[in-house]
């Protein structure tokens, strides 16, 4: 896919990997609409993309929030046009330390399942239309080993991952014109790695940045069918 000219939304686009996509897809030459909760790390990402002759908004939104996800679309497309390319990066642990799930309150499950799977859902629905009636688009959602492996205290994370994964292979099957992939980036020196293992060396993680430009480089390509789920480790072999 070729990103020039598209414009593309990114969650979780304040820092991290979120951000290092986002800042990708316009020095690609996308128009990319920038979400998170934090404004000024938002304004801090779209400043850097602006100062290098790409086009950037902010938004800050709470994907948690049902009543914020339609506006949120709405002013996306005004601002870009008809959104081409849909990034699900934004995510939450819950509470850290992370308790186990016998002591996971059912609220925090609840929050967790609401950033990191109903606020994927609900925006893909209502950004999915114009890519469905074009026949293109891409979306993509950010996994997690502990999607598919069970880690003590990572339950409800894992849970939310799992169920994103299928969330996007279920889309895949239902809207076959659209490409849906699900990346599992491994582990990156991030502040949400830091917070749920504050005990790891920062130097053994991956930059962000780099697996940003991995991910961008190779899943947008024919080599993954739609509804794959794509580890880093693949990406770095096809390297």
Same mark, same amino acid.
């Given at each position: 896919?070729? =990103? ?32 998170? !909760?934090?404004?000024?790390? &938002? ?10 002759? %790409? ?16 506006? $949120? ?5 005004? $601002?870009?046009?008809?959104? *081409?390319? &849909?990034?699900?990066?934004? @995510? ?21 399942? @609401? ?5 994927? =859902? !609900?925006?893909? !629905?209502? &950004? &999915? ?5 074009? %026949? ?14 069970? +880690?003590?205290?990572?339950?409800? +994370? ?6 994103? *994964?299928?969330?996007?292979?279920? =889309? ?7 490409? =849906?992939?699900?990346? *599992?980036?491994? #582990? ?5 790695? @830091? ?21 961008? /480089? ?12 794509? #580890?880093?480790? /693949? ?5």
């Amino acid at each position: 896919m070729d =990103f020039k000219g598209t414009s593309a939304l990114v969650t979780g686009a304040g820092r991290g990997l979120g951000a290092a996509l986002a800042e990708g897809l316009a020095a690609r030459g996308a128009k990319v609409v920038l979400v998170a !909760r934090d404004a000024s790390e &938002l304004d801090a990402v779209a400043s850097r993309i602006r100062g290098r002759g %790409g086009e950037a908004w902010a938004l800050p939104a709470d994907l948690g929030a049902k009543d914020a996800i339609h506006p $949120l679309a709405a002013m996306a497309s005004a $601002l870009a046009g008809p959104i *081409d390319v &849909l990034v699900h990066c934004a @995510s939450t642990l819950g509470p850290v330390p992370m308790p186990l799930l016998l002591d996971t309150a059912c609220e925090d499950l609840e929050r967790v399942l @609401s950033v990191n799977l109903l606020g994927p =859902f !609900r925006l893909t !629905r209502a &950004l &999915l239309g114009p890519m469905h009636l074009a %026949g293109r688009g891409l979306v993509l959602s950010v996994s997690s080993d502990a999607a598919v492996t069970a +880690y003590p205290r990572w339950g409800a +994370y894992g849970v939310s991952k799992s169920a994103l *994964d299928q969330l996007s292979r279920a =889309f895949a099957v239902e809207v076959p014109g659209v490409r =849906f992939l699900s990346v *599992d980036p491994g #582990e990156m020196n991030t502040r949400m790695h @830091s917070e749920a293992m504050p005990e790891a060396d920062p130097a053994s993680l991956a930059d962000p940045s780099e697996v940003a430009e991995l991910v961008l /480089q190779y899943v947008t390509g024919t080599a993954f069918a739609s509804g794959s789920r794509v #580890e880093a480790g /693949q990406l770095r072999g096809a390297s």
